[in-house]
């Protein structure tokens, strides 16, 4: 895709998003309700997991 940056990082991301994006949507659902899903008013926390 010519509109993902082709820096590792980005490219990773966008994969994981690509691969979970379903399944986060159903949880956001399940937790809020129907609605749109804004990506103005979005907070990510996110923690290392050891293998």
């Known amino acids: 895709n010519k509109r993902v940056?082709?820096?590792?990082?980005?490219?990773?991301?966008?994969?994981?998003?690509?691969?979970?994006g379903t399944t986060l949507k159903a949880l956001v659902h399940e937790q809020?309700?129907?609605?749109i899903i804004s990506a103005i008013n979005f907070?990510?926390?996110i923690k290392?997991?050891?293998d």
């Open 5 to 20: 940056s082709e820096k590792p990082g980005a490219v990773h991301f966008h994969e994981m998003v690509q691969v979970y």
């Open 32 to 35: 809020f309700g129907d609605g």
């Open 43 to 45: 907070k990510l926390d």
């Open 48 to 50: 290392k997991v050891e």
